[in-house]
Protein backbone atom coordinates (compact mmCIF):
# COMPACT_ATOMS: atom_id res chain seq x y z
CA UNK A 1 0.00 0.00 0.00
CA UNK A 2 2.43 2.10 0.83
CA UNK A 3 3.88 2.49 -2.73
CA UNK A 4 0.72 4.08 -3.78
CA UNK A 5 0.42 8.08 -3.46
CA UNK A 6 -2.59 9.15 -1.60
CA UNK A 7 -4.77 11.22 -2.67
CA UNK A 8 -6.41 14.03 -0.13
CA UNK A 9 -10.09 14.35 -0.56
CA UNK A 10 -11.73 17.50 -0.04
CA UNK A 11 -15.29 17.38 0.40
CA UNK A 12 -17.02 20.53 -0.42
CA UNK A 13 -20.87 19.12 -0.46
CA UNK A 14 -21.18 22.24 2.53
CA UNK A 15 -19.82 24.79 0.47
CA UNK A 16 -20.33 24.49 -3.14
CA UNK A 17 -22.85 21.77 -2.89
CA UNK A 18 -24.95 23.66 -0.60
CA UNK A 19 -24.41 26.48 -3.73
CA UNK A 20 -26.78 24.03 -5.32
CA UNK A 21 -30.21 25.47 -6.11
CA UNK A 22 -32.59 24.50 -3.00
CA UNK A 23 -29.51 22.45 -1.25
CA UNK A 24 -29.37 25.13 1.35
CA UNK A 25 -28.99 23.48 4.88
CA UNK A 26 -29.74 24.57 8.31
CA UNK A 27 -26.62 24.44 11.21
CA UNK A 28 -27.67 20.96 12.52
CA UNK A 29 -28.35 19.57 9.08
CA UNK A 30 -24.85 20.63 7.81
CA UNK A 31 -23.59 19.42 11.15
CA UNK A 32 -25.33 16.14 10.68
CA UNK A 33 -23.46 15.84 7.09
CA UNK A 34 -19.91 17.02 9.16
CA UNK A 35 -20.30 13.74 11.18
CA UNK A 36 -21.06 11.51 8.64
CA UNK A 37 -17.95 13.26 6.46
CA UNK A 38 -16.10 12.67 9.28
CA UNK A 39 -16.72 8.99 9.67
CA UNK A 40 -16.09 8.32 6.44
CA UNK A 41 -12.63 10.13 6.81
CA UNK A 42 -12.21 12.89 4.31
CA UNK A 43 -9.38 14.64 4.50
CA UNK A 44 -10.51 17.64 4.45
CA UNK A 45 -13.92 19.12 4.28
CA UNK A 46 -15.37 22.63 3.54
CA UNK A 47 -18.02 23.55 6.29
CA UNK A 48 -19.06 26.60 4.30
CA UNK A 49 -18.23 30.64 3.30
CA UNK A 50 -18.05 32.03 6.48
CA UNK A 51 -18.58 36.07 5.06
CA UNK A 52 -21.82 34.94 2.95
CA UNK A 53 -24.14 35.23 6.31
CA UNK A 54 -24.50 34.74 9.99
CA UNK A 55 -25.96 30.99 9.09
CA UNK A 56 -23.02 30.02 7.36
CA UNK A 57 -20.38 31.72 10.14
CA UNK A 58 -22.19 29.92 12.56
CA UNK A 59 -21.98 26.46 11.24
CA UNK A 60 -18.60 26.85 9.87
CA UNK A 61 -18.05 27.65 13.94
CA UNK A 62 -19.82 25.08 15.29
CA UNK A 63 -18.29 22.25 12.69
CA UNK A 64 -14.42 23.51 13.44
CA UNK A 65 -15.52 23.23 17.49
CA UNK A 66 -16.86 19.84 16.94
CA UNK A 67 -15.51 18.08 14.25
CA UNK A 68 -12.07 16.31 14.70
CA UNK A 69 -9.78 14.18 12.53
CA UNK A 70 -10.75 16.00 9.06
CA UNK A 71 -9.26 19.68 8.46
CA UNK A 72 -12.17 22.08 8.26
CA UNK A 73 -11.83 24.78 5.19
CA UNK A 74 -13.83 27.90 5.21
CA UNK A 75 -14.21 29.79 1.90
CA UNK A 76 -13.27 33.56 1.75
CA UNK A 77 -12.58 36.05 -1.79
CA UNK A 78 -9.37 37.92 -1.45
CA UNK A 79 -9.91 40.54 0.29
CA UNK A 80 -9.14 41.12 4.22
CA UNK A 81 -13.01 41.21 5.51
CA UNK A 82 -13.38 37.39 3.97
CA UNK A 83 -10.03 36.08 5.44
CA UNK A 84 -10.71 37.72 8.72
CA UNK A 85 -14.28 36.20 9.34
CA UNK A 86 -13.42 33.03 7.74
CA UNK A 87 -10.38 32.51 10.49
CA UNK A 88 -12.88 34.29 13.33
CA UNK A 89 -14.68 30.59 12.67
CA UNK A 90 -11.88 28.13 12.02
CA UNK A 91 -10.12 29.15 14.68
CA UNK A 92 -11.17 26.21 16.82
CA UNK A 93 -9.61 23.57 14.67
CA UNK A 94 -6.61 24.70 15.56
CA UNK A 95 -3.93 23.98 12.92
CA UNK A 96 -6.63 21.62 10.83
CA UNK A 97 -8.71 25.24 10.06
CA UNK A 98 -8.00 25.60 6.12
CA UNK A 99 -8.38 29.40 4.84
CA UNK A 100 -9.20 28.90 1.43
CA UNK A 101 -9.04 32.04 -0.42
CA UNK A 102 -9.43 32.76 -4.27
CA UNK A 103 -9.50 35.07 -7.36
CA UNK A 104 -10.41 34.55 -11.12
CA UNK A 105 -7.26 34.55 -13.04
CA UNK A 106 -9.08 34.52 -16.60
CA UNK A 107 -9.12 37.48 -19.18
CA UNK A 108 -12.70 37.14 -19.24
CA UNK A 109 -13.68 37.22 -15.06
CA UNK A 110 -11.03 39.91 -14.83
CA UNK A 111 -11.99 41.94 -17.49
CA UNK A 112 -15.79 41.83 -16.54
CA UNK A 113 -16.18 41.17 -12.97
CA UNK A 114 -13.47 42.24 -11.05
CA UNK A 115 -12.32 44.76 -13.57
CA UNK A 116 -8.62 44.07 -12.62
CA UNK A 117 -5.52 43.69 -14.57
CA UNK A 118 -3.19 40.96 -14.49
CA UNK A 119 -0.47 42.88 -11.92
CA UNK A 120 -3.95 43.87 -9.68
CA UNK A 121 -5.03 40.41 -9.97
CA UNK A 122 -2.10 39.04 -8.67
CA UNK A 123 -1.09 41.65 -5.90
CA UNK A 124 -4.23 40.86 -4.75
CA UNK A 125 -3.73 37.43 -4.58
CA UNK A 126 -0.57 37.83 -2.69
CA UNK A 127 -1.49 40.08 -0.04
CA UNK A 128 -4.74 37.81 0.64
CA UNK A 129 -2.35 34.75 1.01
CA UNK A 130 0.09 36.77 3.29
CA UNK A 131 -3.00 38.03 5.28
CA UNK A 132 -4.06 34.31 5.78
CA UNK A 133 -1.11 33.08 6.66
CA UNK A 134 -0.69 35.16 9.25
CA UNK A 135 -3.61 33.62 11.15
CA UNK A 136 -2.46 29.58 10.06
CA UNK A 137 -0.16 28.04 8.06
CA UNK A 138 -2.98 25.97 6.48
CA UNK A 139 -3.71 28.10 3.24
CA UNK A 140 -5.00 27.46 -0.02
CA UNK A 141 -5.37 29.47 -2.85
CA UNK A 142 -7.70 28.91 -5.53
CA UNK A 143 -7.36 30.59 -9.28
CA UNK A 144 -11.17 31.11 -10.28
CA UNK A 145 -11.70 30.07 -13.87
CA UNK A 146 -8.03 28.55 -14.15
CA UNK A 147 -8.48 26.80 -17.58
CA UNK A 148 -9.80 29.39 -19.26
CA UNK A 149 -6.47 31.47 -17.81
CA UNK A 150 -3.79 31.79 -20.47
CA UNK A 151 -0.95 29.81 -18.97
CA UNK A 152 1.57 31.57 -18.72
CA UNK A 153 -0.19 33.78 -16.16
CA UNK A 154 -1.37 31.03 -14.17
CA UNK A 155 2.01 30.03 -13.61
CA UNK A 156 3.23 33.49 -12.74
CA UNK A 157 -0.07 33.50 -10.10
CA UNK A 158 0.96 29.68 -8.69
CA UNK A 159 4.53 31.08 -8.44
CA UNK A 160 3.43 34.30 -6.26
CA UNK A 161 1.12 32.35 -4.25
CA UNK A 162 3.18 29.49 -3.36
CA UNK A 163 5.79 32.10 -2.83
CA UNK A 164 3.33 34.04 -0.29
CA UNK A 165 2.99 30.85 1.42
CA UNK A 166 -0.28 28.89 0.43
CA UNK A 167 0.63 25.10 1.04
CA UNK A 168 -2.27 24.09 -1.67
CA UNK A 169 -2.90 25.53 -4.91
CA UNK A 170 -6.17 24.64 -6.71
CA UNK A 171 -6.76 24.84 -10.64
CA UNK A 172 -10.54 24.49 -10.78
CA UNK A 173 -12.13 24.02 -13.82
CA UNK A 174 -15.28 26.53 -12.30
CA UNK A 175 -17.36 26.14 -15.38
CA UNK A 176 -16.62 22.71 -16.36
CA UNK A 177 -15.30 23.61 -19.40
CA UNK A 178 -12.43 21.01 -19.59
CA UNK A 179 -11.80 17.64 -21.30
CA UNK A 180 -9.13 15.36 -19.59
CA UNK A 181 -6.48 15.87 -22.29
CA UNK A 182 -6.27 19.46 -22.20
CA UNK A 183 -6.84 19.30 -18.44
CA UNK A 184 -3.89 16.52 -18.01
CA UNK A 185 -1.54 18.83 -20.02
CA UNK A 186 -2.66 22.29 -17.99
CA UNK A 187 -1.62 20.49 -14.84
CA UNK A 188 1.68 18.89 -16.60
CA UNK A 189 2.31 22.68 -17.90
CA UNK A 190 2.09 23.84 -14.17
CA UNK A 191 4.31 21.10 -12.71
CA UNK A 192 7.06 21.66 -15.57
CA UNK A 193 6.71 25.16 -15.41
CA UNK A 194 6.25 26.56 -11.83
CA UNK A 195 9.83 26.77 -10.21
CA UNK A 196 8.58 26.25 -6.78
CA UNK A 197 5.39 23.72 -7.67
CA UNK A 198 6.88 21.41 -5.02
CA UNK A 199 6.44 23.72 -1.92
CA UNK A 200 2.84 23.54 -2.62
CA UNK A 201 0.23 20.49 -2.85
CA UNK A 202 -1.82 21.10 -6.72
CA UNK A 203 -5.37 20.98 -6.00
CA UNK A 204 -8.36 20.25 -8.93
CA UNK A 205 -11.89 20.97 -8.41
CA UNK A 206 -13.83 20.29 -11.55
CA UNK A 207 -17.66 21.26 -12.58
CA UNK A 208 -19.92 18.83 -14.40
CA UNK A 209 -21.15 21.48 -17.33
CA UNK A 210 -20.25 18.74 -20.24
CA UNK A 211 -20.24 15.64 -17.59
CA UNK A 212 -16.82 15.08 -17.61
CA UNK A 213 -16.16 16.12 -13.55
CA UNK A 214 -14.75 12.75 -12.56
CA UNK A 215 -13.08 12.11 -16.09
CA UNK A 216 -10.65 15.32 -15.65
CA UNK A 217 -10.37 15.17 -12.43
CA UNK A 218 -8.94 11.68 -12.94
CA UNK A 219 -6.89 12.63 -15.44
CA UNK A 220 -5.66 15.41 -13.24
CA UNK A 221 -4.53 13.03 -10.45
CA UNK A 222 -2.62 11.16 -13.54
CA UNK A 223 -1.08 14.51 -13.94
CA UNK A 224 0.43 14.92 -10.91
CA UNK A 225 -2.57 16.31 -9.01
CA UNK A 226 -2.50 15.65 -4.72
CA UNK A 227 -5.95 16.61 -4.23
CA UNK A 228 -9.80 16.11 -5.42
CA UNK A 229 -12.29 18.44 -4.21
CA UNK A 230 -15.94 17.02 -5.04
CA UNK A 231 -19.23 16.93 -2.97
CA UNK A 232 -21.42 13.81 -1.93
CA UNK A 233 -23.83 12.74 -5.09
CA UNK A 234 -21.95 15.48 -7.14
CA UNK A 235 -23.81 17.95 -5.97
CA UNK A 236 -23.04 21.63 -6.42
CA UNK A 237 -23.39 24.65 -8.43
CA UNK A 238 -25.36 24.31 -12.12
CA UNK A 239 -24.62 20.63 -13.26
CA UNK A 240 -22.45 20.12 -10.25
CA UNK A 241 -18.94 19.34 -9.10
CA UNK A 242 -17.25 16.18 -9.20
CA UNK A 243 -18.99 13.49 -7.13
CA UNK A 244 -16.71 11.95 -4.52
CA UNK A 245 -18.15 8.27 -4.87
CA UNK A 246 -17.42 8.07 -8.29
CA UNK A 247 -13.85 9.22 -7.83
CA UNK A 248 -13.16 7.73 -5.27
CA UNK A 249 -14.56 4.56 -6.79
CA UNK A 250 -12.82 4.59 -9.17
CA UNK A 251 -9.71 4.71 -7.56
CA UNK A 252 -10.51 2.41 -5.50
CA UNK A 253 -11.92 -0.36 -8.67
CA UNK A 254 -9.19 0.46 -11.12
CA UNK A 255 -5.69 0.09 -8.90
CA UNK A 256 -4.59 -1.91 -11.81
CA UNK A 257 -4.00 1.36 -13.64
CA UNK A 258 -4.52 3.90 -11.01
CA UNK A 259 -1.52 3.72 -8.82
CA UNK A 260 -3.23 5.51 -5.75
CA UNK A 261 -5.06 5.51 -2.55
CA UNK A 262 -7.56 7.58 -0.38
CA UNK A 263 -8.04 7.34 3.25
CA UNK A 264 -12.44 7.07 2.63
CA UNK A 265 -13.80 4.60 4.49
CA UNK A 266 -15.76 3.51 1.38
CA UNK A 267 -18.07 2.00 3.44
CA UNK A 268 -20.00 4.96 4.66
CA UNK A 269 -21.02 5.85 1.05
CA UNK A 270 -24.13 4.79 0.56
CA UNK A 271 -25.23 5.74 4.01
CA UNK A 272 -23.99 9.16 3.32
CA UNK A 273 -25.82 9.71 -0.04
CA UNK A 274 -28.91 8.89 1.92
CA UNK A 275 -28.43 11.06 4.48
CA UNK A 276 -27.44 14.12 2.13
CA UNK A 277 -30.54 13.18 -0.33
CA UNK A 278 -32.69 13.13 2.68
CA UNK A 279 -31.78 16.57 4.06
CA UNK A 280 -31.66 18.57 1.24
CA UNK A 281 -34.54 16.41 -0.74
CA UNK A 282 -32.40 16.52 -3.85
CA UNK A 283 -32.70 12.61 -4.82
CA UNK A 284 -29.89 10.71 -7.17
CA UNK A 285 -31.30 9.34 -10.27
CA UNK A 286 -31.95 5.59 -10.52
CA UNK A 287 -28.60 4.90 -12.57
CA UNK A 288 -26.26 7.34 -11.23
CA UNK A 289 -23.05 5.56 -10.55
CA UNK A 290 -22.42 4.04 -7.04
CA UNK A 291 -25.09 5.10 -5.61
CA UNK A 292 -28.42 5.49 -7.67
CA UNK A 293 -30.93 2.30 -6.76
CA UNK A 294 -29.82 0.74 -9.96
CA UNK A 295 -26.54 0.71 -9.53
CA UNK A 296 -26.33 -2.79 -8.17
CA UNK A 297 -29.48 -4.25 -9.48
CA UNK A 298 -29.78 -6.66 -12.34
CA UNK A 299 -32.65 -7.47 -14.60
CA UNK A 300 -31.40 -8.60 -17.56
CA UNK A 301 -32.05 -12.32 -17.92
CA UNK A 302 -28.58 -12.98 -19.68
CA UNK A 303 -26.99 -10.22 -16.58
CA UNK A 304 -28.77 -12.49 -13.66
CA UNK A 305 -27.81 -15.80 -14.96
CA UNK A 306 -24.17 -14.23 -15.36
CA UNK A 307 -24.48 -12.88 -11.89
CA UNK A 308 -25.83 -15.52 -10.39
CA UNK A 309 -22.65 -18.04 -11.62
CA UNK A 310 -19.96 -15.26 -10.60
CA UNK A 311 -21.03 -11.53 -9.36
CA UNK A 312 -17.78 -10.04 -11.33
CA UNK A 313 -19.15 -11.06 -14.58
CA UNK A 314 -21.49 -7.78 -14.34
CA UNK A 315 -20.10 -6.68 -11.29
CA UNK A 316 -16.92 -4.38 -11.43
CA UNK A 317 -17.26 -3.52 -7.30
CA UNK A 318 -19.13 -5.10 -4.32
CA UNK A 319 -22.08 -3.37 -3.07
CA UNK A 320 -20.54 -4.04 0.50
CA UNK A 321 -17.65 -1.44 -0.99
CA UNK A 322 -20.19 1.28 -0.52
CA UNK A 323 -22.23 -0.04 2.36
CA UNK A 324 -24.87 -1.50 1.02
CA UNK A 325 -25.69 -4.82 2.62
CA UNK A 326 -26.38 -7.46 0.38
CA UNK A 327 -27.48 -9.67 2.90
CA UNK A 328 -29.61 -7.19 4.32
CA UNK A 329 -31.61 -8.54 7.91
CA UNK A 330 -35.20 -8.44 7.13
CA UNK A 331 -36.54 -6.20 9.45
CA UNK A 332 -40.83 -6.69 10.35
CA UNK A 333 -42.90 -6.51 12.66
CA UNK A 334 -41.24 -9.46 14.69
CA UNK A 335 -38.18 -7.30 15.15
CA UNK A 336 -36.73 -6.42 18.14
CA UNK A 337 -35.20 -3.16 19.40
CA UNK A 338 -31.22 -5.07 19.01
CA UNK A 339 -32.20 -5.59 14.94
CA UNK A 340 -33.61 -2.27 15.18
CA UNK A 341 -31.12 0.04 16.60
CA UNK A 342 -28.31 -2.08 15.22
CA UNK A 343 -29.42 -1.48 11.29
CA UNK A 344 -29.91 2.34 12.16
CA UNK A 345 -26.34 2.56 13.02
CA UNK A 346 -25.15 0.47 10.04
CA UNK A 347 -27.13 3.31 7.90
CA UNK A 348 -24.98 5.73 9.70
CA UNK A 349 -27.12 6.98 12.73
CA UNK A 350 -25.94 8.10 16.41
CA UNK A 351 -29.12 8.50 17.49
CA UNK A 352 -30.28 9.59 21.16
CA UNK A 353 -31.96 7.29 23.54
CA UNK A 354 -35.07 9.24 23.01
CA UNK A 355 -34.76 9.25 19.44
CA UNK A 356 -33.71 5.37 18.95
CA UNK A 357 -37.14 5.13 21.20
CA UNK A 358 -39.40 7.51 19.21
CA UNK A 359 -38.08 5.92 15.87
CA UNK A 360 -39.15 2.61 17.07
CA UNK A 361 -42.61 2.89 17.85
CA UNK A 362 -42.96 4.44 14.20
CA UNK A 363 -41.16 1.34 12.49
CA UNK A 364 -43.48 -1.29 14.73
CA UNK A 365 -46.54 1.29 13.28
CA UNK A 366 -44.81 0.85 9.67
CA UNK A 367 -44.17 -2.69 10.21
CA UNK A 368 -48.08 -3.54 11.44
CA UNK A 369 -49.49 -2.30 7.26
CA UNK A 370 -45.99 -3.17 5.90
CA UNK A 371 -44.33 -6.98 5.02
CA UNK A 372 -40.84 -6.02 4.91
CA UNK A 373 -39.44 -2.96 5.97
CA UNK A 374 -36.46 -1.77 4.23
CA UNK A 375 -33.17 0.25 4.95
CA UNK A 376 -35.15 3.39 2.59
CA UNK A 377 -38.39 2.89 4.54
CA UNK A 378 -36.16 3.15 8.12
CA UNK A 379 -34.06 6.52 6.54
CA UNK A 380 -37.75 7.84 5.67
CA UNK A 381 -38.80 7.34 9.62
CA UNK A 382 -35.50 8.97 10.65
CA UNK A 383 -35.79 12.13 8.46
CA UNK A 384 -39.97 12.52 9.09
CA UNK A 385 -39.38 11.51 13.57
CA UNK A 386 -36.30 12.65 14.56
CA UNK A 387 -34.72 15.16 11.82
CA UNK A 388 -37.63 17.51 12.25
CA UNK A 389 -38.37 21.30 13.91
CA UNK A 390 -40.55 21.92 16.94
CA UNK A 391 -44.30 21.61 15.81
CA UNK A 392 -46.00 24.54 15.59
CA UNK A 393 -48.91 22.38 13.07
CA UNK A 394 -49.48 18.66 14.02
CA UNK A 395 -51.16 16.81 11.82
CA UNK A 396 -53.92 14.84 14.01
CA UNK A 397 -56.16 13.01 11.59
CA UNK A 398 -57.31 13.38 7.39
CA UNK A 399 -59.53 11.39 4.98
CA UNK A 400 -59.79 11.95 1.58
CA UNK A 401 -62.22 10.88 -0.74
CA UNK A 402 -61.51 10.83 -4.86
CA UNK A 403 -61.15 9.07 -8.09
CA UNK A 404 -63.16 9.57 -11.48
CA UNK A 405 -66.55 10.26 -10.24
CA UNK A 406 -66.23 11.57 -7.04
CA UNK A 407 -65.32 15.87 -6.38
CA UNK A 408 -61.66 15.23 -4.46
CA UNK A 409 -62.19 16.31 -1.01
CA UNK A 410 -60.26 16.48 1.97
CA UNK A 411 -61.23 16.77 6.00
CA UNK A 412 -58.23 17.25 7.88
CA UNK A 413 -58.20 17.68 11.29
CA UNK A 414 -55.16 19.58 13.06
CA UNK A 415 -53.60 20.94 16.32
CA UNK A 416 -52.26 24.30 15.77
CA UNK A 417 -50.66 25.97 18.91
CA UNK A 418 -52.24 23.63 20.95
CA UNK A 419 -55.68 24.03 19.69
CA UNK A 420 -57.66 21.21 17.58
CA UNK A 421 -58.93 22.82 14.16
CA UNK A 422 -60.87 20.65 11.70
CA UNK A 423 -62.58 21.49 8.49
CA UNK A 424 -63.14 20.16 4.49
CA UNK A 425 -61.79 21.69 1.43
CA UNK A 426 -62.68 20.81 -1.92
CA UNK A 427 -59.33 20.49 -4.77
CA UNK A 428 -58.72 19.57 -8.62
CA UNK A 429 -57.17 16.54 -7.02
CA UNK A 430 -56.42 14.41 -3.51
CA UNK A 431 -53.23 16.41 -2.68
CA UNK A 432 -54.95 19.72 -3.77
CA UNK A 433 -58.16 19.27 -1.63
CA UNK A 434 -55.54 18.30 0.95
CA UNK A 435 -52.99 21.25 0.83
CA UNK A 436 -55.71 23.74 0.48
CA UNK A 437 -57.46 22.52 3.76
CA UNK A 438 -54.42 22.43 5.59
CA UNK A 439 -53.49 26.43 4.13
CA UNK A 440 -57.14 27.26 5.41
CA UNK A 441 -56.46 25.52 9.01
CA UNK A 442 -53.26 26.98 9.65
CA UNK A 443 -54.26 30.45 7.84
CA UNK A 444 -50.57 30.20 6.08
CA UNK A 445 -50.50 32.60 2.51
CA UNK A 446 -47.03 29.81 1.65
CA UNK A 447 -46.71 29.64 -2.30
CA UNK A 448 -46.28 25.63 -3.50
CA UNK A 449 -42.86 26.04 -5.57
CA UNK A 450 -42.47 22.11 -5.78
CA UNK A 451 -44.14 18.98 -5.16
CA UNK A 452 -42.30 15.36 -5.88
CA UNK A 453 -43.64 11.83 -4.40
CA UNK A 454 -42.18 8.73 -4.89
CA UNK A 455 -42.46 5.44 -3.58
CA UNK A 456 -39.58 4.23 -1.24
CA UNK A 457 -39.03 0.99 -2.28
CA UNK A 458 -41.19 -1.76 -4.79
CA UNK A 459 -44.34 -3.59 -3.84
CA UNK A 460 -47.78 -1.74 -3.68
CA UNK A 461 -47.40 -1.98 0.50
CA UNK A 462 -44.11 0.54 0.07
CA UNK A 463 -44.15 3.88 2.03
CA UNK A 464 -44.70 7.02 -0.49
CA UNK A 465 -42.27 9.81 0.17
CA UNK A 466 -43.13 13.50 -0.54
CA UNK A 467 -41.12 16.43 -0.89
CA UNK A 468 -42.80 20.04 -1.19
CA UNK A 469 -40.80 23.17 -1.27
CA UNK A 470 -42.95 26.50 -0.23
CA UNK A 471 -42.09 29.71 -0.30
CA UNK A 472 -43.51 32.42 2.11
CA UNK A 473 -42.13 35.97 2.66
CA UNK A 474 -39.49 35.56 0.58
CA UNK A 475 -38.47 32.35 2.18
CA UNK A 476 -37.86 28.94 1.09
CA UNK A 477 -38.19 25.80 3.21
CA UNK A 478 -38.33 21.99 1.95
CA UNK A 479 -40.72 19.51 4.07
CA UNK A 480 -40.46 16.11 3.82
CA UNK A 481 -42.95 13.61 4.91
CA UNK A 482 -43.11 9.31 4.56
CA UNK A 483 -46.55 6.99 5.17
CA UNK A 484 -47.78 4.38 3.10
CA UNK A 485 -50.23 6.50 2.30
CA UNK A 486 -49.52 8.81 -0.46
CA UNK A 487 -51.75 11.54 0.55
CA UNK A 488 -50.72 11.30 4.02
CA UNK A 489 -47.23 11.64 3.10
CA UNK A 490 -47.70 14.56 0.95
CA UNK A 491 -49.61 16.68 3.90
CA UNK A 492 -47.27 15.45 6.71
CA UNK A 493 -44.52 17.31 3.86
CA UNK A 494 -46.90 20.43 3.63
CA UNK A 495 -47.15 20.88 7.22
CA UNK A 496 -43.12 19.89 7.56
CA UNK A 497 -42.48 22.96 5.67
CA UNK A 498 -45.14 25.15 7.51
CA UNK A 499 -43.18 24.49 10.81
CA UNK A 500 -40.05 24.75 8.88
CA UNK A 501 -41.45 28.10 7.84
CA UNK A 502 -42.78 28.95 11.55
CA UNK A 503 -39.50 27.80 13.74
CA UNK A 504 -37.48 30.22 11.22
CA UNK A 505 -39.81 32.67 11.94
CA UNK A 506 -39.41 32.81 15.53
CA UNK A 507 -35.74 32.64 15.18
CA UNK A 508 -35.65 36.09 13.33
CA UNK A 509 -38.52 37.54 15.39
CA UNK A 510 -40.31 37.70 12.18
CA UNK A 511 -44.19 37.99 12.48
CA UNK A 512 -45.95 35.28 11.37
C1 LIG B 1 -16.69 29.73 -8.13
C2 LIG B 1 -17.34 29.86 -6.81
O1 LIG B 1 -18.09 28.98 -6.44
S1 LIG B 1 -16.98 31.17 -5.87
C3 LIG B 1 -18.06 31.09 -4.51
C4 LIG B 1 -19.41 31.49 -4.89
N1 LIG B 1 -20.26 31.44 -3.76
C5 LIG B 1 -21.03 32.45 -3.39
O2 LIG B 1 -21.00 33.51 -3.98
C6 LIG B 1 -21.95 32.19 -2.24
C7 LIG B 1 -21.83 33.21 -1.13
N2 LIG B 1 -21.83 34.58 -1.61
C8 LIG B 1 -22.45 35.59 -0.94
O3 LIG B 1 -23.10 35.40 0.07
C9 LIG B 1 -22.25 36.96 -1.46
O4 LIG B 1 -21.98 36.91 -2.84
C10 LIG B 1 -21.06 37.68 -0.72
C11 LIG B 1 -21.44 37.88 0.76
C12 LIG B 1 -19.79 36.84 -0.78
C13 LIG B 1 -20.77 39.03 -1.34
O5 LIG B 1 -21.98 39.73 -1.44
P1 LIG B 1 -22.01 41.24 -1.99
O6 LIG B 1 -21.04 42.06 -1.20
O7 LIG B 1 -23.42 41.66 -1.96
O8 LIG B 1 -21.41 41.18 -3.46
P2 LIG B 1 -21.93 40.41 -4.76
O9 LIG B 1 -22.05 38.97 -4.49
O10 LIG B 1 -23.12 41.08 -5.34
O11 LIG B 1 -20.70 40.69 -5.77
C14 LIG B 1 -19.45 40.10 -5.54
C15 LIG B 1 -18.38 41.15 -5.24
O12 LIG B 1 -17.18 40.46 -4.86
C16 LIG B 1 -16.14 40.71 -5.81
N3 LIG B 1 -15.39 39.48 -5.91
C17 LIG B 1 -15.79 38.34 -6.51
N4 LIG B 1 -14.85 37.40 -6.32
C18 LIG B 1 -13.88 37.98 -5.61
C19 LIG B 1 -12.67 37.49 -5.08
N5 LIG B 1 -12.33 36.22 -5.27
N6 LIG B 1 -11.89 38.31 -4.36
C20 LIG B 1 -12.26 39.58 -4.14
N7 LIG B 1 -13.42 40.11 -4.61
C21 LIG B 1 -14.21 39.29 -5.33
C22 LIG B 1 -16.88 41.11 -7.06
O13 LIG B 1 -16.05 41.81 -7.93
C23 LIG B 1 -17.99 41.96 -6.46
O14 LIG B 1 -17.39 43.16 -6.04
P3 LIG B 1 -18.17 44.59 -6.01
O15 LIG B 1 -19.25 44.42 -4.99
O16 LIG B 1 -17.11 45.54 -5.59
O17 LIG B 1 -18.68 44.79 -7.39
C1 LIG C 1 -13.76 28.85 -5.23
C2 LIG C 1 -13.45 27.86 -6.28
C3 LIG C 1 -12.66 26.73 -5.74
C4 LIG C 1 -14.67 27.32 -6.92
O1 LIG C 1 -15.62 26.93 -6.29
C5 LIG C 1 -14.66 27.17 -8.37
O2 LIG C 1 -13.78 27.71 -9.03
O3 LIG C 1 -15.58 26.52 -8.90
Known amino acids: MTDKKQIIIFDTTLRDGEQSPGASMTIE ?13 VDVMEAGFPIASEGDFE ?13 ISGLARANDADIDRAWEALQYAGERGRIHTFIATSDIHMKYKLKMTEDEVVETAVRAVKRA ?25 VEAVIAAGARTVNIP ?21 VPNIDKAVLSVHCHN ?38 VVMALRTRQDILPYRTNVVTEHIYATSRLLTTITGIVVQPNKA ?28 TPESIGLNQNKLVLGKHSGRHAFNQRLQQLGYELSKDD ?60 IDGEVKKTAELGDGPVDATFKAIKKLTRSDARLLHFSVGAITGGTDAQGECTVRLEMQGREQLGQGA ?30
Do not use: W
Open 290 to 317: IVGANAFAHEAGIHQHGVLMEKSTYEIM
Open 59 to 71: AVKKIAQTIKGPQ
Open 483 to 512: HPDIIVAAAKAYVNALNKIASLQKRTAVDL
Open 133 to 157: VGYTPNVEFSAEDAVRTRLPFLARV
Open 356 to 415: MQKAFVRFKALADVKKEIFDEDLEAIVADEIIRVPERFKLMEMSVTSGSFAAPTATVQME
Open 173 to 193: DTVGYTIPSEYFNIISYLKQN
Open 29 to 41: EKLRIAHQLEKMR
Open 209 to 246: DLGLAVANSLAAVQAGAGQVECTINGIGERAGNCSLEE
